[in-house]
């Protein structure tokens, strides 16, 4: 191929990148701007944001000649910030349009722009509400008459029959100011969507224009309450020690508002012929977008003899779309143990080619101990079961006798390796010996990702210097991705001891992955000890922008200064790395690696030993 077919070759994926690009849409957070001002005032200005969704796109703004609208700047990439400007010099009373035009997108996107000039001018200049359907109103808002003195009217209209906008007062004297609210009445008729209006002040002088201020209305669906887990149950042991009848239940909701809620314990028909349903707290509120948690229990006081009851918690929340819930509640109560375990599910992550993650300890207990009894615990059985993937899922590896109890826990593993990307479910189910309760169930969640990290030459920097010899020279270290992924990364220093300047870096400091950067020490004027510091990276994925997994690598520096010499450890490579040696079972050794020690002084040797060990598989 020659250098005229590459170059070729390039101009035509420019080209079609290019074409790529500009199939995306630009879009603009105001779709029209509004400007009032007064006779002779200086330009007005307001912000427009642009942006495009998933990808930067370069554009171009172009604005009418002889135009009182002046735009800045008249090109960026989004997202950008503009500043549009109104100029309301040499111009007479009255009202002006204009408009300017963004290109770069899949087509070009006009801005309308209007100018009011007159003996009064207000701001803001527009006005936007949302609103919440069988939510709180917003607070109403105040615009500012600005101007020479004089009578004004004010007038509200929408773009509905009924008319959802209101101002007040409807009349009055500039200089002063207006409340512009929502109509309680027409609001709440409104269904959702989006709702334009305007508020309309007309001042009393002789040839003043009259000004008008966009008002703009969302108005949002009432937003669901969601319950976990939808239903509770409860057991209750006659004589038990450890009896916890209680179940936490969240609440939570999508609202752009807090809801309040209240939740009344409602029981069927019993021998005690009460009410044995708490619900703790019994009102309250959901935070706007969060959740709050009730607590449904057993009211132990109302002496239910043994058997199975049940009943539900009524849920009112005033806001919401569904504004009456139920919650069904049941309850065993037996003179036999129950048995106790944890439902909330265990989950696992692991990184293909990464280390397989620890294993995880779950306590079970009984209702007729406490769960540091060194007597009367429950004998258990556990057993595993995975829905895909094979025999992934490890419960009690060991094969020791479990049983309720913090000093018997039950350890539960995962054996990922040959997994593929995905995630896998499983369960360990827990039997008590003479349990009133059946078999508990453990959900387990194992995710296997492949998701790229950054990774480092070295995990450790050491300097040696001696007082009176040469600097330490500089050492590299080397970025690189645990897969294909480019990422971005930021390397940056910080000293934790001896001072703030001795430690540096050079090179590469910000970059992409299959780089290095030189970490280096200044040692002018330290005094015999060690100096400590780090080095860290952080990282992001070129494809999403979103930080890796390890993102804020760190990399402890030390610094050991002595006025006697200092043995000197050199690493092969570029950038220098620890050896890694590669086998194939039951073939031939690697071949060896050299790692070559020195003095810090060439006129002083040092003399040395060496011990090499290992943490597993024997020396």
Same mark, same amino acid.
């Given at each position: ?82 500043? @549009? ?13 204009? +408009? ?29 509400? /949302? ?11 105040? @615009? ?11 007038? /509200? ?18 200089? #002063? ?29 002789? #040839? ?54 209240? /939740? ?9 012929? +009460? ?141 990922? @390796? ?49 007082? #009176? ?78 930080? @890796?997994?390890?993102?804020?690598? +760190? ?65």
């Amino acid at each position: 191929m020659t250098n005229r077919d590459y170059v070729c070759r390039l101009i035509v994926w420019s080209a079609a990148a290019a074409g790529l690009l500009s199939a995306q849409s630009i879009s603009v957070d105001k779709s029209s701007i509004s400007f009032s001002t007064l006779t002779g005032a200086q330009p007005v200005a307001q912000s427009l944001n642009v942006t495009s969704p998933g990808v930067s796109i370069s554009f171009t703004v172009q604005t009418p000649a002889g135009s009182f609208v002046q735009v800045a700047p008249l090109s960026g990439i989004t997202p950008s910030a503009l500043t @549009v400007t109104a100029s309301p010099v040499n111009l007479l009373p009255g009202v002006y349009n204009s +408009k300017f035009t963004i290109s770069g997108g899949a087509a070009p996107l006009d801005v309308p722009v209007t100018l009011t000039v007159s003996s009064l001018a207000a701001s803001p200049a527009s006005l936007s509400f /949302a609103y919440q359907i069988n939510g709180n109103l917003p607070p109403a808002s105040t @615009v500012n008459l600005t101007g020479q003195t004089q009578a004004f009217t004010a007038a /509200a209209a929408s773009s509905t029959a009924s008319n959802w906008l209101q101002v007040s007062p409807l009349s009055g004297v500039s200089p #002063g100011t207006l409340s512009v609210s929502l109509n309680a009445v027409a609001a709440a008729g409104l269904g959702p969507g989006a709702y334009s209006g305007a508020v309309t002040v007309t001042p009393s002088a002789s #040839g003043a224009a009259a000004v008008t201020i966009p008002v703009s209305l969302t108005v949002t669906p009432a937003p669901p309450v969601t319950i976990a887990p939808a239903s509770v149950n409860l057991d209750y042991q006659l004589g038990g020690v450890n009896n916890q009848p209680q179940q936490p239940v969240t609440l939570s909701t999508t609202s752009a508002q807090a809801l309040s809620f209240s /939740a009344t314990g409602v029981s069927n028909p019993n021998p005690a012929g +009460k009410n044995w349903i708490l619900a703790n707290p019994s009102s309250g509120s959901i935070p706007a977008n969060g959740s709050s948690q009730v607590s449904v229990g057993f009211d132990a006081t109302v002496n239910l003899p043994a058997g199975t009851y049940l009943g539900n918690v009524a849920l009112n929340t005033p806001g919401a779309a569904m504004q009456q819930q139920t919650i069904p509640v049941s309850l065993a109560v037996s003179n036999s143990p129950f048995l106790m375990v944890p439902g909330t599910p265990v989950n696992f992550t692991y990184e293909i080619g990464g280390n397989i993650p620890n294993s995880r300890n779950v306590v079970a207990s009984s209702t007729a101990v406490a769960a540091g009894a060194a007597t009367g615990q429950m004998a258990l059985t556990v057993s595993a079961s995975t829905s895909s993937g094979g025999p992934w899922l490890l419960v009690n590896p060991q094969g020791a006798a479990l049983s309720t109890g913090s000093a018997t826990p039950i350890p539960i593993s995962v054996n990922p @390796v040959g997994l593929a990307v995905g995630s896998y479910s499983g369960t360990v189910t827990v039997s008590g010996t003479n349990a009133a309760n059946g078999p508990q169930m453990i959900p387990v969640v194992l995710t296997v990702a492949d998701d790229p990290m950054v990774v480092t030459s070295t995990g450790a920097l050491q300097f040696p210097y001696q007082i #009176g010899q040469s600097a330490p020279a500089g050492q590299a270290v080397g970025v690189t991705s645990s897969t294909a992924t480019i990422l971005n990364y930021t390397a940056t220093a910080a000293a934790s001891t001896c001072g703030n300047s001795w430690l540096g870096l050079s090179g590469a400091t910000s970059s992409t992955t299959n780089n290095s950067f030189t970490v280096s020490v200044n040692t002018a004027g330290l005094a015999a000890g060690t100096c400590t510091g780090t080095v860290t990276i952080a990282a992001t994925d070129t494809s999403t922008g979103n930080p @890796v997994l390890n993102s804020g690598v +760190k990399i402890p520096v030390t610094l050991v200064i002595s006025a006697n010499p200092l043995l000197t450890v050199y690493l092969a490579g570029n950038p220098p790395s620890p050896p890694v040696f590669t086998a194939l079972l039951g073939g031939n050794s690697s071949d060896s690696q050299t790692i070559t020690l020195g003095s810090t002084n060439s006129k002083a040797p040092l003399h040395y030993s060496l011990l090499a060990n290992t943490p597993n598989n024997g020396n």
